[in-house]
């Protein structure tokens, strides 16, 4: 559920908190030894750029060792280099003669919804049946990582229930654009309102690129009620308050953003209409 937000959280790292002195963040792992075969002598390439997406710009070269000093072997043993992750971009439209395929194109998806609109159910059967690598980032999933001190928006919305709210969306953005600079298609789902745009659409803009892909999953209110009853624990709402926010999802319709009604749809069928859209949004982007 979006809710206002207030002043960006605190970096992780603060000053005199870093790693302690002497650690070193190359991995370690034992690896298969060849006789003969000079540790660190052949570097290992990094892996392709992600289809679709811009190649990142190298970096500044590392300067060299003061003189009189040991040069340090880097270790390579079992070491994979992984690309940072940055700000996910647009995905390159095709040839004006070629159709899209989302099904094969790495893409970052957040799908929008109100409670009992089958949003990570649609999620999840779309990220098992793609061509390409996919994650499913569930925002509910993440913010329910803090198991002992959980503060749940359902016992009142406070500053303990904000800031989880706020760390897991951060924490779901910085998966995502890690997995994007890796090759690997992100589908997030998320309960956004259309009149919060800046803590909403906004907050998801800054945390992934301007590269995300909004899609509204918006049933009748009868759907999304009967779906809700079927829930259990912290997920399930109370009728006034499933009726509450179907109400104000409404306000996607005259946004520009596409919007499914899954109504009458099943979870297969949904995802087949999600990659058409999808197909529709790579060729013309929403302005959002």
Do not use: F
């Given at each position: 559920m979006q809710h206002a937000v207030g002043s960006p959280l605190p970096p992780p790292h603060q000053p005199g908190h870093g790693p302690a002195v002497g650690w070193s963040p190359a991995a370690h792992h034992p690896g298969s030894h060849h006789p003969g075969a000079h540790q660190g002598s052949v570097p290992v390439p990094p892996p392709?750029?992600?289809?679709?997406?811009?190649v990142p710009p190298p970096g500044p070269a590392a300067p060299p060792p003061p003189q009189g000093?040991?040069?340090?072997?880097?270790?390579?043993?079992?070491?994979?280099?992984?690309?940072?992750g940055g700000p996910v971009a647009m995905p390159s439209p095709p040839p004006a003669a070629a159709v899209?395929?989302?099904a094969g194109t790495t893409l970052a998806v957040l799908l929008i919804g109100p409670a009992g609109a089958g949003k990570t159910s649609v999620a999840k059967y779309w990220a098992d049946h793609r061509r390409v690598p996919t994650a499913h980032i569930s925002l509910d999933d993440v913010r329910e990582w803090v198991r002992s001190g959980f503060a749940d928006p359902q016992s009142g919305w406070n500053d303990n229930s904000e800031a989880q709210y706020r760390l897991a969306r951060r924490t779901c953005g910085f998966a995502a654009r890690n997995f994007l600079a890796n090759g690997i298609s992100?589908?997030?789902?998320?309960?956004v309102f259309p009149d919060r745009p800046v803590v909403g659409l906004g907050g998801w803009k800054r945390h992934v690129g301007p590269g995300l892909l909004p899609v509204v999953l918006l049933p009748g209110l009868d759907i999304v009620l009967e779906r809700n009853a079927e829930r259990?624990?912290?997920?399930?709402?109370?009728?006034?308050e499933v009726a509450r926010i179907h109400g104000r999802m409404a306000g996607w319709y005259g946004s520009g953003l596409p919007i499914i009604d899954n109504s009458q749809l099943d979870v297969p069928e949904t995802a087949r209409v999600l990659d058409d859209v999808l197909a529709r949004s790579i060729a013309s982007p929403p302005q959002w």
């Open positions: 392709p750029p992600a289809p679709g997406y811009p000093s040991v040069p340090t072997v880097p270790d390579t043993s079992g070491h994979v280099p992984l690309p940072p899209p395929d989302p992100c589908i997030l789902d998320d309960a259990t624990g912290n997920r399930r709402l109370t009728d006034e």
